[in-house]
């Protein structure tokens, strides 16, 4: 089955207002900026979608990316770990007003999170949190003398994933640190758009190589020269330029 997406467009215009969207990346590491602003692009086009909870590890930084999602108004609630990074000025505004919800999680139980929803796992227990405030109102067991918090997994409707590689088929290889949240939240989501450097033949990418299997991927878009949110942020960009 030929996956791949004639455009940005064609790749989110399937995102529906309320959806629960999973965008990949550490930071700028992985994030698939274009997906991103192709979603903006559509919600200014058309004012929607709107009301996104979204599930990223950081808050965005600057006016670019996530950031650039958030300050347009599209996320109702944000799922991460580091709602403080380098520079998360929109953020930070909107959350002290009142107009954005955030549910804040421990990284390493953040990717648990996703990996469960994606190996069909309805809850776990991990000790981190036990005797904070994200752990208040969870169930909480004793294993072996220790308390552990119960934790429940995360799903989506939609994941935004970048990639390097991908072939027709949706295989996808990752470059170096870009692979982060990626491959678990291909695997959470309902449908998964990626956004890779080069499309390939089906066959040209060594199946050892492989991250993450076609059977998890339903759109890939190539996008030959991505864009860097730290690259973008030195430069003082804003997206979308009339925001400026």
Request: hydrophobic letters at 45%; a negative charge.
């Amino acid at each position: 089955m030929d996956k791949t997406l004639p455009d940005l467009a064609t790749a989110v215009a399937g995102i529906k207002d309320g959806a629960t969207v999973m965008i990949g990346g550490f930071g700028g590491s992985g994030a698939p900026i274009e997906l991103i602003h192709a979603l903006i692009d559509r919600f200014v086009a058309t004012g929607h979608p709107r009301d996104l909870t979204v599930v990223n590890n950081n808050a965005g930084n600057g006016h670019v990316g996530l950031a650039a999602l958030i300050e347009q108004g599209m996320v109702r609630k944000l799922i991460c770990s580091f709602p403080r990074s380098a520079d998360p000025v929109v953020f930070t505004e909107r959350y002290l007003a009142g107009k954005i919800e955030l549910e804040l999680v421990p990284q390493g139980t953040l990717a648990e999170r996703i990996r469960a929803g994606g190996a069909g796992i309805p809850a776990f227990y991990t000790p981190t949190s036990f005797g904070t405030d994200l752990a208040q109102g969870k169930p909480v067991e004793v294993f072996d003398g220790r308390s552990y918090v119960q934790e429940r997994w995360l799903k989506a409707d939609v994941a935004l994933v970048k990639a390097h590689l991908g072939d027709r088929l949706g295989n996808l290889t990752y470059r170096m640190a870009a692979r982060n949240f990626n491959p678990l939240m291909c695997m959470a989501a309902a449908t998964t758009i990626v956004q890779v450097s080069r499309i390939v033949a089906p066959g040209e990418i060594d199946p050892e190589a492989v991250i993450t299997p076609g059977i998890f991927v339903q759109g890939v878009v190539e996008v030959a020269k991505p864009a860097q949110e730290e690259t973008l942020n030195r430069m003082g960009a804003v997206y979308p330029e009339a925001a400026a």
